[in-house]
């Protein structure tokens, strides 16, 4: 949540500034600002997305060689011109940008009003800069390094950060816990960005911070130490993205642009992983951890949002075929609930940021219980990735339209392979099912692809629900977290209220909202809970809902049943969620666009929730 980007270098910032904010206005969008060095110290800032900012810049004078960006999600208070970053000390010597959340804010704020200190803002960042500007103009022997990491020192939260001191123009300090932070290495230039998206541009040479890291940056060199002074080694990493990645190209929508990549997304996520002659599969990042997973008492999947969609069918599936115990819970709810964890229990976190802090903080609660921790995850170099004994990626690459898509079949990709790995390894399936189970993921694409080419026709069934106000997702086994994520897409990008219902609950309460004007999308694919989930299509039918079936191709039995029906093509249930999916998404996209709404960036949302 937030966006933060810095350059220090020879050329000017602002347009490197803008353009990051731009990559990473996807961490939020709620109010942008900058703050340039030339030869005093200029902060533009103002509510709205970065568009507003660059309106409101126009008429100014930006250049400057040193600067700091943001973009943000609003934790403490409104999104306003006031609680915009940069924030400034009370007597200026500092700017500071700010992701996280500084937690002990109101206590340390307190402090510094007894100190004389006043406020402008509501935000917990402007107590935090004004905290080291208080130890900097405390201490005769304290600089502004010494400053930034004594007053890290006192705080209790999250944060990434970037600051400028006044007095100490020709450096950027960057400062990182909880919140991610990465450093790009140019030619006498530094980038700093919240991911690399906005990096790339520029170099694929990478240093992505750890927990407690201070790096003093100056265009010529990069000085990295902990809070507690303590120099620290780098590792500069490659990034493996493109510019091509970052941008839409001819859609008019990244979520579209992601819907149509998932045929090559989910088979980048399966490719090397399936031996080429199709007889094994292979997880290279599971390899040291293997035999406790094979041997787990227990498998325990956390996540959130669509990341915990994901884990649910990896429920179903892991259960079903490799017969090992799983459990998923929301990571926001497991990390604080004290669980029975033990050094049998393996636990794995999903996460396409691999920064989530509900779910690496469940992962680092898990990991001092003993358990083992793996990960799923889609950013290369996350906090996750780094953190875990083991993992898998997801190979989607990068996803920026805030409805999680591409990601999801690729995490879902992953679920598959690893329950059909371990069932394998356990023997409980025989080499024949095995094999045929390998045959059917790697067809998937191709399957995708022709679902996606009916999309003509899922955009008329759109205009047809566009305007009612609620819809009803209902599902069974592996195609019950199909529906809730179906429902999640629905409402988060078109502000429709939709519920997802395991189909058999139906009559436990939601069947009382069933009626005339309510939308009712069953997925109805063909696997062994087909004739259920059709008694529960007449039930809604007796009722006058209106029914739109996600059906096997040639089940002509629910044609005229249903109101309306995207038709997937056969495939065994194992595989199923990969395609039963993917009309729903679509669904969820024409409809937000008719209801004209910001189907990338969704009111109050953010892509990477990196606060609680
Ligand atoms: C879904 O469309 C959302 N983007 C959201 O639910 C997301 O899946 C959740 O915030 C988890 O994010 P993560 O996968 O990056 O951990």
């Known amino acids: 949540m937030c966006g933060i980007v810095g350059y220090i270098g020879d050329k000017n910032a602002y347009p490197i500034l803008i353009q990051g904010l731009q990559r990473l206005e996807y961490r939020g969008y709620d109010s942008a600002g900058v703050a340039i060095y030339n030869g005093s110290l200029t902060v533009h800032k103002c509510k709205g997305r970065v568009a507003d900012l660059e309106r409101h810049i126009a008429d100014k004078d930006i250049s400057g060689c040193i600067g700091i960006g943001h973009t943000r999600w609003a934790t403490h208070g409104e999104p306003n011109d006031r609680n915009a970053h940069p924030h400034t000390s009370m007597n200026g010597n500092f700017v500071l940008v700010h992701n996280g959340i500084i937690e002990n804010y109101a206590e340390l704020k307190a402090d510094l009003k007894k100190n004389g200190i006043t406020f402008q803002s509501d935000t917990d960042t402007e107590v935090l800069v004004n905290l080291i500007e208080y130890f900097y103009q405390k201490g005769e022997e304290v600089n502004a390094e010494i400053a930034v990491r004594l007053a890290l020192s006192k705080v209790v939260g999250a944060y990434g950060i970037a600051v400028i001191c006044k007095n100490e123009k020709d450096q950027i300090i960057v400062a990182r816990k909880g919140s991610p932070l990465v450093i790009g290495i140019g030619h006498g230039e530094y980038f700093i960005a919240s991911d690399a998206t906005p990096i790339v541009s520029y170099t694929n040479s990478v240093i992505y911070l750890n927990d407690n890291d201070v790096a003093i940056i100056t265009k010529d060199s990069l000085t990295l130490k902990t809070v507690e002074n303590t120099p620290v080694a780098f590792k500069i990493t490659k990034v493996d993205m493109t510019i091509g990645d970052l941008e839409k190209g001819d859609f008019e929508h990244f979520m579209l642009k992601e819907i149509f990549e998932q045929p090559k997304t989910i088979e980048d996520t399966f490719r090397g992983r399936i031996s080429p002659d199709r007889t094994e599969i292979v997880l290279g990042g599971l390899m040291d951890v293997f035999p406790k997973l094979v041997n787990a008492r227990r498998i325990i999947i956390i996540g959130c949002g669509t990341s915990w969609h994901a884990a649910l069918v990896g429920e179903y599936l892991i259960e079903e075929y490799a017969r090992i115990p799983v459990e998923v819970e929301y990571a926001s709810e497991f990390r604080y609930r004290n669980p029975i964890l033990s050094?049998?229990?393996?636990?794995?976190?999903?996460?396409?940021?691999?920064?989530?802090?509900?779910?690496?903080?469940?992962?680092?609660?898990?990991?001092?219980?003993?358990?083992?921790?793996?990960?799923?995850?889609?950013?290369?170099?996350?906090?996750?990735?780094?953190?875990?004994?083991?993992?898998?990626?997801?190979?989607?690459?990068?996803?920026?339209?805030?409805?999680?898509?591409?990601?999801?079949?690729?995490?879902?990709?992953?679920?598959?392979?690893?329950?059909?790995?371990?069932?394998?390894?356990?023997?409980?399936?025989?080499?024949?099912?095995?094999?045929?189970?390998?045959?059917?993921?790697?067809?998937?694409?191709?399957?995708?692809?022709?679902?996606?080419?009916?999309?003509?026709?899922?955009?008329?069934?759109?205009?047809?629900?566009?305007?009612?106000?609620?819809?009803?997702?209902?599902?069974?086994?592996?195609?019950?977290?199909?529906?809730?994520?179906?429902?999640?897409?629905?409402?988060?990008?078109?502000?429709?209220?939709a519920e997802g219902y395991a189909a058999g609950e139906m009559k436990h309460g939601p069947i009382a909202l069933v009626d005339d004007n309510l939308p009712v999308v069953v997925v109805a694919a063909k696997d062994h809970y087909y004739e259920k989930i059709v008694s529960n299509i007449q039930e809604v039918k007796a009722r006058k809902g209106n029914i739109i079936a996600v059906v096997t191709e040639g089940d002509d039995g629910l044609k005229g049943m249903v109101n309306d029906l995207f038709e997937i093509p056969k495939s065994h249930p194992v595989v199923t969620p990969l395609l039963a999916i993917i009309p729903l998404q679509l669904f969820s996209y024409y409809i937000a666009v008719m209801r004209g709404c910001d189907v990338d960036q969704p009111r109050n949302l953010a892509k990477s929730v990196t606060v609680e």
């Open 343 to 497: 050094a049998e229990d393996v636990v794995i976190a999903i996460s396409q940021s691999g920064e989530t802090a509900d779910t690496l903080a469940a992962l680092r609660m898990a990991k001092e219980n003993g358990a083992t921790i793996l990960g799923i995850c889609n950013v290369v170099g996350s906090s996750i990735a780094r953190e875990t004994d083991g993992g898998v990626y997801t190979h989607a690459g990068v996803e920026i339209g805030v409805a999680s898509t591409k990601a999801f079949t690729a995490q879902v990709t992953v679920m598959t392979l690893l329950a059909l790995k371990l069932a394998k390894e356990r023997g409980k399936i025989s080499s024949e099912v095995y094999l045929n189970l390998i045959q059917e993921l790697s067809e998937i694409p191709g399957k995708v692809k022709s679902i996606l080419v009916k999309h003509p026709h899922i955009k008329s069934v759109a205009a047809k629900y566009k305007d009612a106000s609620n819809a009803l997702y209902l599902g069974r086994g592996c195609l019950f977290p199909v529906a809730l994520e179906g429902a999640l897409k629905l409402k988060e990008i078109s502000y429709m209220h």
